[in-house]
């Protein structure tokens, strides 16, 4: 797990993506997150079918677990969950603002 004093951003000001073809669902990024930003899930049979089929197949794989920001107005992009993500899953990236 990141020090907290390690986070560079006060909350909300970036968030990280998963990419769903590259997750394996190993939970290395819900240890590794300070603030509880993932939690695992498996796929539900819908969700599965929105996937392009080869993302699907790779997804199937690894029995359908995945990553998911669940909490992403957490994230104080310290990126520890990019280092601790084996395969290369998460990128934090500047958080997109509802239209006001
Ligand atoms: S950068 Fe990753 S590990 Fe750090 S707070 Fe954000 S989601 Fe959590």
């Known amino acids: 797990m ?9 909350p909300g000001v970036k968030t990280p993506v998963i990419d769903v073809a590259r997750c ?4 290395e990024c819900v240890v590794a997150c300070p ?16 996937l392009p089929i080869t ?3 790779k997804v ?4 359908a677990r995945q990553a ?6 957490e994230c104080r992009a ?15 990236v500047a958080a997109t603002r509802p239209a006001n």
């Open 55 to 57: 993302t699907t197949a």
């Open 68 to 73: 998911v920001v669940e909490r992403a107005a």
């Open 24 to 27: 394996e669902g190993s939970g």
């Open 60 to 63: 199937l794989i690894h029995g």
């Open 78 to 92: 310290c990126n520890a969950c990019i280092s601790a993500c084996p395969t290369g899953a998460i990128d934090v």
């Open 35 to 50: 603030y509880n930003v993932f939690t695992l899930h498996r796929l539900s049979a819908g969700a599965l079918l929105r």
């Open 2 to 10: 990141a020090d907290q004093a390690d986070c560079r951003e006060p």
